[in-house]
């Protein structure tokens, strides 16, 4: 491991602490412009989601009607009852999704990137430490008047994220700051991702606030325009 990834651990709760643990809900509200665009305002705007820590498994709930959930893994993803009734199923979910920025998104659309993204987002940075995941610290950089420490990550193919190379920036204290990647299934270009709020639940450091923009093509960030908002009331580890 990398010094920064050392320390972005720790400052996040600390990797023993995180391999005691097997799960996390967190109850959620996400809304932001993406969802109008995709003719899905609304879908998630409370609603809590389930993750493995330890395999990629995601599961958001109620989804679309009180007694419906989703279920995500790499390969596949569904709409289930909450008894496990399978609604609605697709495999190879990531094929599915349309080249056309504004095109509508299904149900499953919506299971698989939420699924995805959501686990990305609450299991950084422990991640990085499995098998597969590859790291390289870049130059520092200067924001907000803080300078950040940027971390590249590239994902190994048998995780469902936004893509393979993604960068992470920590403050001095190794709390994540920034998150830049790019959305492929959304096909719209780069994205600029910043957590804050930090609150400890169950010994771990999670923001409760995340706002996500656009990235221009010279890296300007587009701030006029919430692309994705995560606000964070809860979350449970066990």
């Not at 967190?26 to 995709?38: D, P, T």
């Not at 893994?73 to 008894?83: L, W």
């Not at 994540?176 to 709020?197: C, F, K």
Request: glycine fraction near 6%; proline fraction near 6%.
């Amino acid at each position: 491991m990398t010094d920064l990834v050392t320390t972005a651990l720790e400052a996040h709760g600390g990797l023993d602490r995180y391999h005691r643990l097997s799960s996390a809900t967190a109850h959620i509200r996400v809304g932001g412009s993406l969802w109008r665009l995709k003719g899905r305002e609304g879908i998630l705007d409370h609603a809590a989601v389930r993750i493995d820590l330890h395999r990629q498994h995601a599961s958001h709930s109620p989804f679309t009607a009180p007694d419906l959930r989703t279920s995500l893994t790499p390969q596949r993803v569904a709409v289930e009852t909450v008894t496990g009734e399978v609604k609605a199923e697709r495999l190879d979910p990531r094929a599915s999704f349309p080249d056309d920025v504004r095109a509508p998104w299904d149900d499953l659309h919506v299971a698989y990137f939420a699924g995805y993204a959501m686990w990305t987002y609450l299991t950084s940075p422990f991640t990085f430490t499995s098998p597969g995941f590859e790291t390289a610290e870049l130059p520092s950089v200067t924001e907000e008047g803080q300078t950040w420490r940027p971390l590249k990550v590239t994902f190994p193919d048998h995780i469902a994220t936004h893509c393979r190379e993604q960068v992470f920036y920590f403050d001095s204290n190794g709390l994540l700051r920034r998150h830049d990647y790019t959305p492929e299934v959304i096909n719209a270009g780069p994205a600029a991702h910043y957590p804050s709020e930090y609150r400890e639940f169950d010994g771990i450091m999670i923001p409760t606030r995340r706002r996500v923009y656009r990235r221009t093509e010279d890296g300007t960030v587009a701030r006029d325009v919430e692309l994705v908002t995560i606000d964070v009331e809860s979350v449970l580890f066990v």
